[in-house]
């Protein structure tokens, strides 16, 4: 049996009832296949590939808070520390009710390769809560906040561990863990990002994600021919990543005409009217059955459906595996051009195949989300020379940091025969680096 075999059927056989997990590691191992072969007999001896899929450590904390009501709640808080080869962990937490350390690990995983493709020194981590902070008072929120940084400040660290946003967690959650983080630690550090801008947060990283996902994005489309202006849109999810992905391609001149949430959808024939989803979702925290007070003409719809309408591009931004098999061939029958991930692994194994198999040009998450961290980084580097760049300055990094990252995987497909295939050059460039890091380094 091959040596990528072989560590997947013990990642499956280890980490029983972890299917996102398996997931994860299946997609990028089969496509290290060509690396791998290459420098078999090395990487077999260093069990290299064993330590790449065991997390250098998980931590699995209870997490007690009191309601409004007095009624005292736990929830379960993970980090999980997965590679430190190129630099410190450095990942989101998510706060949402589906979070498992499956889902941790699966997301931790990507996270080397993602970071490893900005080219900044980061390694790779990820954390969370399966608590719920939709329909908790801010108060609430901040009692799971507090409680949920009273366990992880004993792990992490501006040099160490740096968490940051996801699911569920935005500028109200971060503000109320650095609070408590420095009034335990004593220490006024970057150990978070997306902070506010009043305490040393980053301007653009509120947008970073759905920015590069557009950067990315265009300058793929312009390797292959296509201009992204006039092209119809499809964006699932609501929440920050695909706001600034729907404000960016505005502004590119492309027309967006969906988003979700996790109970319905909105097709507004007219374009997504950015500023009414912002005072929607960032002011009122209320659903998507609002945007037809705002635009009149849009249709509301329950469930999913968004793959349904004909487009140009399509841009999943919600969650894992929110697009599957029968919905890339909605995509391929109506015309797509072109599929991005604004989410981790939104597209199941079999769409992602399919789309690639009828010519879609497929950028998957770990290289086209990689703005929203790429700009982490950036505020690390600024807290550490106690400095604020300015919008411009940042946007423009964050802008050469994308395009820089379609090159490094376009490359690296060519490199092993496999043009095109932006998969296959993604995993490759980003293993590339951690790979030669981890050796130099020893066994540990
Ligand atoms: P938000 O919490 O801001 O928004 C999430 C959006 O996705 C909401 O519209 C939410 O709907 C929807 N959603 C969440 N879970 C589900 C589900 N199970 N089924 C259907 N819809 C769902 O998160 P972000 O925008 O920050 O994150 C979106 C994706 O992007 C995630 O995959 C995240 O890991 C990834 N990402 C985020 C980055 C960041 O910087 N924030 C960086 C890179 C990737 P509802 O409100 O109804 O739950
Ligand atoms: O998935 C991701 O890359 C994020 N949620 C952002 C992580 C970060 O540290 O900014």
């Known amino acids: 049996m091959s040596y990528v075999d072989e ?4 990642v499956v056989k280890q ?3 972890e299917p996102e997990f398996h997931q994860a590691v299946k997609e990028v191992l089969e496509s290290l296949r060509p690396v791998v072969e290459a420098n078999e007999e090395r990487y077999r001896r260093e069990a290299l590939l064993e330590r790449i899929v065991n997390p250098e450590r998980q931590l699995k904390f209870r997490v007690p808070w009191v309601d409004d009501k007095g009624q005292v709640h736990v929830n379960t808080g993970y980090r999980v520390q997965f590679n430190s080869a190129i630099g410190p962990y450095k990942g989101g937490l998510r706060l949402h009710p589906s979070v498992n350390l499956g ?3 699966f997301l931790g995983f990507e996270q080397i390769f993602k970071n490893s493709l900005t080219g900044l020194p980061i390694g790779g981590g990820k954390g ?8 908790k008072s801010d108060r609430e929120v901040m009692a799971f906040c507090q409680s949920f940084m009273t366990e992880l400040c004993k792990y992490i660290g501006a040099d160490t561990d740096v968490p940051a946003g996801d699911i569920g967690t935005g500028a109200r959650e971060i503000g109320y863990m650095f609070g408590q983080y420095k009034r335990i630690r004593g220490l006024y550090e970057g150990v978070l990002t997306g902070k506010g801008l009043t305490y ?9 994600t759905g920015y590069g996902l557009l950067y990315l994005t265009k300058e793929m489309l312009a390797c292959n021919g296509i201009d992204i202006a006039g092209k119809t849109v499809v964006i699932s999810g609501s929440g920050n990543v695909a706001i600034y992905a729907a404000q960016k391609a505005e502004q590119m001149g492309a027309k967006v005409v969906t988003v979700s949430d996790s109970t319905g959808w909105v097709y507004d024939p007219d374009g997504i009217d950015v500023a009414a989803l912002k005072e929607i979702k960032e002011v009122k925290r209320a659903r998507l059955t609002e945007y037809k007070n705002y635009r009149p003409n849009a249709e509301y719809h329950d469930g999913r459906g968004v793959w349904s309408v004909k487009c140009d591009i399509a841009l999943p931004c919600a969650t894992q595996n929110e697009l599957h098999l029968e919905d890339a061939k909605q995509l391929v029958a109506g ?8 989410a981790n692994m939104p597209t199941t194994l079999e769409a992602t195949e399919y789309l690639q198999a009828n010519k879609v040009l497929f950028a998957p998450g770990k290289a086209a989300n990689a703005g929203g961290v790429a700009t982490s980084a950036l505020e690390m580097t600024q807290n550490s020379e106690r400095l604020s760049w300015t919008f411009e300055e940042v946007d423009a990094k964050l802008q050469s940091i994308m395009v820089n990252i379609f090159h490094n995987l376009d ?4 490199r092993y025969g496999f043009e095109g295939n932006y998969v296959v050059g993604a995993n490759i460039a980003g293993f ?4 030669e890091a981890m050796l130099a380094q020893g066994v540990i």
Do not use: H, M, W, Y
Not at 432 to 435: D, F, L, R, T
């Open 15 to 17: 980490n029983p009832a």
């Open 128 to 135: 969370g809560s399966d608590f719920d902070p939709k329909g």
């Open 200 to 208: 040393g947060g980053s301007l653009v990283r509120t947008e970073a």
């Open 7 to 10: 560590v997947i059927e013990q």
């Open 103 to 105: 889902i941790i690990k």
């Open 411 to 414: 490359d690296a497909a060519k």
């Open 335 to 342: 015309g797509c051009l072109a599929v991005a991930e604004g």
């Open 432 to 435: 590339e680096k951690v790979a």
